[in-house]
């Protein structure tokens, strides 16, 4: 019996099986989940976005960080934890590397010590990867880069509608007189019309303020603000299906924080808020953004120094590969 | 435009604005959240509490602990992490500091080799800083401070109810046999008529007991238990208003023993029980002493060797600056 | 009055109270929990199961992981966070040590670098431990363990009914190439008839997939399955209700699998899956066990080099200790 | 071949070869490191030392320390590192377990919430340990702790001399006020008449002071003291020579505490002074101790929450295991 | 006698003794350690230099790091590590509090997300605070902040000597296209005139270069470079005689990169690099400063992420400490 | 100016300069260090060894080892950390990539949960590797991994010479009755004739044995060593000569096992050993093997879940570049 069994083929390297199509992660069935060179869920690398549907890339900057630093090591620790997701999803049954083809194509180059060039640095390069079809998922680095990816994003697809999960509405006007900061992204989008305000959700927004009129500049502008303390007891599903008919077919760019979730679950990153979403509630938004028009996402502000276990990273890594599971193109079964 | 743009004032050290009566954290508009000496929040420092509404104030005391120490840097590391507490609040938009006259009076010297005499010590320093009409609130330090700290209090305003939320009932009458210690002080506190039982209310007990009649005792003595599998799966803002029926408007004192929260939200105390309360419960319990007739508070053992990234501290900080929103004579609009 | 006081006895090691038919653990009262030789509780150590109603037992093996190693440290982890625990039951008020005699019987040992051999050293070591009526409680170890086990079990108690609580199904056919691994051991012991499909529950399971087929495979066989995203926003109470049900009073074997749990709450295990259950869901599975006919317990995969507060270890030593207050014949008063 | 091999015995518990008239550590060919219960170097656990020529003793105590605690998790955590540590010397050869009959006895249980108390505690039972001719071999919990023992030697062996490792000279009259603490032992041994001042040696003292006559006082007492400065860059296997040469064959009691060296190598410990003693010239020190009549040894102030990687207590252990190589009685072959 | 001792003054806040001309750091007699607000040693804070000869204060900068960022957390755990820091020198027996007038003057607030803007910032407040003649011991912070500070320094006292203790030159003309970075002040310094080439003396240097001609551009501008290999195996006091003849008595500045030090005893830094100094060395290369004229003093690079145990931090403080004992008019005895 | 300065380059991917023949790490000048996916120092991967004179190779597997897991990990982290290494020598002037055509080739796939037959794949697949004339540096795993390797490099180059850096000699003939672990890999080597024993030389051997006859055994065999206690407080510059001279133009195979330094410099590894080399050591032993007939070279036992700050990582990086800059070809200029 043991003669006829089918040998385990063991592959050293990223190579896609004979009857697959598109580029497949490495198996963790042919080599340990230990080895092999740590890209996004060990996917092949290359260096431009040609011939892709989606890719991941990762933005390594923490310069615009207001309290810890540490976020600028995010995209290389999420690579490292991506190593333990599987290419299938548990219950749409999505089999996104069925449908798509992806890539990892890896970081942003940047002048980091000058944080308006480093933005310039994104936005040029993000206008490259939008060049074909491809839609970029972005490891971040921290929430200033959301802003020179939407400028990117909006030469490519006009203005969008924006789904922003965080514990931070991110509208400051400015930090310490600087108007490009993590603090400031949204603010920016909107004086540029890089988003519109009446396709805009905010989602687990809470923590203590500098005034008392906390969030109410948002909801002038026209944005949908769901803060924290009304996500808390509760599933988050049929928020969703609000969001999905606000939204509509219109082209939407998602924006994850990682301090959207509560520190408890996810304490890697740099400035945590208590009683936050939990990783069950953040699960339930993205698998609700299936059906939306996603043109980018994102995932920003791990910060690897305050992830001790990795839970925070791995975290990231699992929420990423959701949102490659509701990309448009991707069928699912369930 | 530039030349026009209000420039941001950089301010090195604590000072008030011109426009404002009271004492002001450092905001961090002008300072970095990485930057300035570490009081709570980085309000003034003063010695004594005259002329204050309330006050934050540390015992870094950890000899009343049975199991892992640490304690006693709870109040440095609370300090810490309060530095990312902002003055508002986002749901209640209290503005306490608009309200009250706060400072951060430092911490009681003691002799920690000795826990009766360093009880001693506390007592009488509390007294000193109770002389006024300053409500302290206490960053522990083991439980047993809040047996002297008991004790000043009934010296200023008589017999107190008591409103306690721990994974423990802390009603031990020995351990070891020694009569004070961190499981001791509500028994202490009994005998010597410090607190009301009637007006007194425990939630969040939990975890393997020594005898099989636990918490017997204190219904016994007229206390309202919550034990903590009552919280499970529920919002705590019924309860507390219940608590808030229960206790009118007598005197009453807040002690929160960050073990109540669950270890995997708040790891770094001393004697964790699984099972635990969430963040979200803890704020809607204080939230839900609004309107309650404070006279102190406290915040009791951090232990920071065990809180690796701060999120137990962070927890503490929050929930001290939830405290101050809710004492007598801080307006809300919401 | 002082030279009246009954004395604290101090006593420096495991002895039993004259009034005691049982075993004790070391109590808190008479040694600091600091103190003592860790044993599970600081129970009492010996070399075999004569007279034993349950032992603990540990089976420090890790060489079956895909992912982290570091679970070959859980007995001696849970061990030391075991000296937290108390005798009795804080809800169904049970005194086991009171019902039954429990001993620590040490670790399994085996050829770790050899794993279908160390499997055989498992499994003889198991017969002996099971020659009386000693029910088995196994800290792991990562899941291989279980198969060995439960071999023994069979040659004990016959094919077995079992409560499988896992983020994994555990049963793939190999890993690499090999047939006995942490991800085959249901797998195996179904094949070897050890387990009754049709008595089969497995609770929990999550995490991104291999195929979308995932679980099929285990209901075309008769399991239950109660995948954890069924498991969100709810009390499992019910679903134990059922389960208890099913099952009857058939022998059946518990395993449980820390990972079932949340990485939130036990990041200390080796292949984390997000969304899990919470420390309140595993107190209810576990809880929801009392009535079953308990043959053998385990609770496996803690790996301690990722659980920096000890939290996941503590976490397994009160489960474990939970297990201990359903075993049959101990008694509640609740 | 394989069939003739002598198979491994796997031994699951501390049993003692048929060839050997002493008790031996588990032996890591019959058990895992990761297995056994972690006695010191898994030797037999028995609760007097009767028939023992030395034995191997925890102090859980950490209430005496005036900066960081945790040290009275010291004992616990030697023992689990102590499991590597293997039963031969690599440079003197020496094989203690064929020399001494010797066990570990456990922990001293006490009032660790009254210092005074504590200390009569302690001294009390080591007075019952010493009652045969066994040699103890303490592992701390603080300096505090061996004021006391100091006491029980006294009245065993009279007035012994002392060999003393530290940053510190633990001469202090009295630390806030108190008059025992983890500062003050050798003072309080002084008065009493515990130790010889003239065969007291003080070795690796260093750090800022409090006054600027550093360790005038003990000079005047007849101490000799090689403060640390004079330890750099060198051996200290001369300073041994004359160690030796000035104490003679008089009972001599040695007493090191872990921030004698650098917290470089072992930062686990609660007060540490930078530019201290390396582990190589630990060695050396214990080492050239070997022709002394030790009655005791201790090794104090482990802080396990400050070693996060264990080095500190796998240095306690092996330390502990070359005091034992040079007590009295054992044979070396160099 | 216990009535006649005198009795502990407890002290909750700064207070000067009556019999002291100068500010004292809080005594550790009368409050713990583990207590008082963290200024540096627990100084006394004030806002200006005025009356100061020499001051304490933090640059919270990181954002000039080009590897792991964290630094600007330096100057608050360096405070906190500060506390367990004695006022007197154990070996020259200097006691600086008897001779300057010392306080702790806070933090630079700064733009942190404009790092030439910072840099602006930076240098003018150093001119306020060199305005009357105190010497600046500046806790960093990345070394980004030694190029605005020497620019305040020249505007003081002129161009000045260097000496520069560093794993690297840090006199890269650019980074990632970036002038001001951490790897750049000393080139800026020369540009601009700050620094005398043949006054400059750099210690330490060492790890893998860009090019095969590290260090040889230093050497050929006239600065005298002693590389890390040749401070092996060896006192470094031979090596401060030479640079003590070399700079005579004109001012010198004083920058410690805490990256000099080898990472196994000081991890906590963005850059580390094996095969450095040992605190020993470092300690040598500090005391070996007594004598000359200087002005200014930092430490930097101090990256508490990842200083688990607080030894760099630690280190950090000690040799702040041991700079204050080598300013110009502190006295020794030794 | 600004128009004419010569604008940064910056690269997303690894490319090689026009100007230059071989494979280069990508600049940190062109992507900032905490970007790019982490091969090692960021070279260019493939997937074979054609056209390379040298490769980077991993072996995740660690379950040979007997104590402490973790070291699967070592090849991911050491890849992490060596981000940081810059491709010149400081000292030797040597530029390795001018030299020679270098590659990271990835990682050994493997069934690791059967040792020996992991074995058996690591040995075929560095027969592959060696084809041509590449030399593998190889990143570890435990131990185990050098006896199927230098097997492949017997079968390429012949019986070698064999310089071992090590605490531990790895001779035993079995452990737990397994006869392929981290501890016989040398034992095993002998008796298949791989090494010549008398162009074998070990360094740096220490720690507690089994047995009193220690090394003895090598001894005997004709091996030279270096126990680790010679080498204490001196330069191993001098025995290097011996060795070289000793070795002659043999092929020789470098097996360095991180535990020979001292668990103060590196935590992080599986079986730690007081007293060891230090990196000022390491670092001579691998620069006194310039000369010498490399024909493979392998770092192992990085456990990184021990090595918090990635100081052991980081070393093991640094010795690899190190060991590439003494491959025959690499030229020097020193």
Redesign the interface.
């Known amino acids: 019996m043991a003669g006829m069994a089918p ?2 083929r ?4 990223h ?1 896609t099986p004979a009857h697959s199509t598109f580029n497949q992660p490495m ?13 996004f869920m060990r996917l092949p ?1 290359q ?1 431009n976005t040609q011939g892709l549907d989606a890719c991941f890339v ?1 933005v ?5 960080v ?5 976020a ?2 995010g ?2 620790q999420i ?2 934890e991506s190593v ?8 749409s ?3 996104p590397y069925s449908c798509l083809s992806v890539a ?12 308006p ?1 480093a933005c310039r ?1 994104i936005s040029e ?1 993000y206008k490259e990867l939008l060049e074909g079809s491809c839609i970029p998922l972005t490891m971040g680095g921290d929430h200033t880069i959301t802003y020179p990816i939407l400028q990117a994003i909006k030469s490519r697809h006009g203005r969008v509608g924006l789904v922003h999960i965080d514990a931070h509405g991110d509208v400051s006007d ?5 108007k ?2 993590h603090g400031t992204p949204f603010r920016r989008a909107l004086e540029e019309d890089l988003i519109d305000p009446n396709a805009t959700v905010q989602i687990g ?10 969030n109410d500049w948002q909801i002038e502008q026209g944005f949908m603000v769901v ?1 924290g ?1 009304e996500c ?4 988050l599903t049929p928020v969703m299906q609000e969001v999905r008919e606000k939204l509509g077919n219109r082209p939407v760019y998602l924006s994850f924080d990682i301090d959207a979730i ?7 990153t740099g ?5 936050g979403l939990t ?2 509630q953040a ?1 339930e938004i993205i698998r609700g953004c299936h059906g939306l028009n996603l043109v980018g996402c994102d995932l920003v502000e791990v910060s690897p ?7 925070t990273a ?2 990231a890594a ?1 929420l990423l ?1 959701e949102m490659l599971c509701v990309l448009p193109g991707v069928k699912t ?1 369930a």
């Not at 990892?104 to 944080?115: E, Q, R, S």
């Not at 509560?262 to 890697?268: E, M, S, T, V």
């Open positions: 040998r385990t063991f592959r050293h390297m190579t198996s963790a069935d042919h080599m340990p989940r230990a080895g092999g060179i740590a890209s690398v260096d990762g390594p900057l923490d310069v615009g207001s309290n810890r630093s540490g600028r090591l995209p290389r690579r490292t333990v997701v599987r290419p299938c999803h548990p219950v049954r999505a089999a990892d194509v890896g970081d942003i180059a940047m002048n980091i010590f000058n944080l060039e640095h390069r400015s930090m310490l007189g600087a490009v900061t927004l809470r923590g203590s303020c500098y005034t008392t009129d906390a803060p303390h808390w007891h509760r599933s509560d520190p408890g679950f996810c304490p890697g400035t945590p808020e208590i009683g990783p069950i699960l120094p305050y992830d001790f276990e990795g839970t791995l975290t699992n590969f079964k």
